[in-house]
């Protein structure tokens, strides 16, 4: 079995050093590791302190590693569509080099980086592939769009194909216009099966867990809340939260306001993730980059545990439609209906138990839904939202 650890978290937390240091750490214990980049930032390569390529390439026992290259990446996997549409600019007058340009469509990059998980996990060479993903705003878009491709091949693609068949020789011979041929199509075809591939492989919580970097800032916080809904909204499980740059007690004076702000946040971050483990990792004296730092950065984080282990299997919480609702369940085991207590601000679901509490960032659907009810039965908390924009939703409920 192969498994798949997706590293995310806001721009500048050092998502790219934990990634690193995770592969190093696995490497360095006996795991085939590899580990990618979709990021078009190019970090991966600064945290090895050496240059990487687009293709796989071993840089040290049982580790290999590799980064994004938009073109490299689009040949591969998007060529004949490119084409195509390289071809469509060209009719419409704009030249060899801004049609190659243009044709490569916002997220293209990215998206194709992530279907490398798929092949490498489908080559049976490695025990672990370690991923280190664009910015969790462009992670989150990306990882959805292979529910759009599903509605967009059974819905919408067959009819398209249907009146290009019929109508482009017509429209071609009388405008002049490029248009899609069978393979452009069948091009298409495969591309949303390796997109269907690749969302299974993420979603399996028998192979895959996806682990958020944050620092303990209170915007970072919120970004990596609403990420955490989300990402278990579409079916990807986490298993681990790491807090990076954590400053030691001894920070000295000039840190003292920040590493007191640090303090105050490390609860919340416990609240809000819980039951999914937290492990902090410090702020070190000197940059992470090289082996050396990698290796201090791996041990600070995983110690003596293994790095491919699932530290939390299941769904903190799950949000499903029914009927005319939506409906958020919550497993609160070893807990009774007169401990559970609920408030509601906005797009923030706080939920105490005792001395416990949870905050929730909810879905956007949410936001504006009113909510309209729900139970407790057999340790499992059940809200109900309705299925539509409703007034009163904005304080305590």
């Known amino acids: 079995m192969t498994r798949i650890v997706v590293y995310t978290g806001k721009g500048g937390v050092g998502k790219t050093s934990v990634a690193a240091a995770t592969a190093l750490l696995a490497a360095e214990r006996g795991y085939r590791t590899i580990v990618l980049s979709t990021d078009a930032a190019h970090s991966l390569g600064d945290s090895f302190d050496r240059k990487l390529g687009p293709e796989p390439e071993e840089i040290a026992p049982n580790l290999w590693a590799q980064e994004s290259e938009v073109f490299h990446n689009i040949d591969k996997y998007w060529g004949t569509i490119q084409e195509y549409v390289s071809s469509l600019l060209r009719w419409r007058g704009l030249d060899d080099v801004m049609a190659e340009e243009m044709s490569v469509l916002p997220g293209m990059d990215e998206l194709s980086s992530l279907l490398w998980i ?91 867990s996806v682990r958020i970097v944050l620092n303990l800032e209170r915007m970072v916080i919120k970004e990596a809340q609403r990420s955490f809904t989300y990402f278990h909204l579409y079916g990807y499980p986490t298993d681990l939260v790491v807090c990076n740059r954590v400053l030691p007690d001894n920070a000295g004076t000039y840190f003292g306001a920040w590493r007191e702000a640090q303090k105050r946040y490390r609860p919340l971050v416990e609240e809000s993730f819980a039951p999914v483990p937290v492990r902090d990792a410090p702020f070190f004296d000197e940059e992470v980059v090289g082996d050396r730092m990698l290796r201090l950065l791996g041990a600070a984080v995983f110690g003596d545990a293994d790095p491919t282990d699932f530290f939390y299997k299941g769904r903190p919480y799950t949000v499903r439609r029914e009927a005319d609702r939506y409906v958020l369940e919550l497993e609160l085991p070893f807990t009774s209906k007169e401990e559970v207590r609920l408030s509601r601000f906005a797009d923030e ?43 009163g939703t904005k304080g305590a409920s």
């Open 118 to 208: 798929a092949e490498h996990h489908d080559s049976g060479k490695y025990d672990l592939i370690v991923v280190d993903a664009a910015p969790t705003g462009e992670t989150l878009r990306l990882l959805s769009l292979p529910e759009a491709g599903r509605w967009w091949l059974d819905r919408v693609y067959p009819i398209q194909r249907k009146i290009a068949s019929l109508t482009g020789p017509i429209l071609g011979r009388v405008t002049g216009m490029p248009t899609p041929k069978a393979a452009v199509y069948n091009a298409g075809e495969e591309l949303f099966g390796k997109l269907e591939h690749m969302h299974d492989l993420l979603a399996d919580p028998e192979l895959t």
């Open 349 to 391: 679901l706080v939920i105490a138990v005792g001395s416990w509490r949870r905050n929730l960032i909810l879905p956007r659907i949410l936001v504006d839904a009113e909510t309209i009810g729900g139970g407790f039965h057999d340790h499992i908390l059940r809200i109900e939202f309705a299925a539509g924009a409703a007034a």
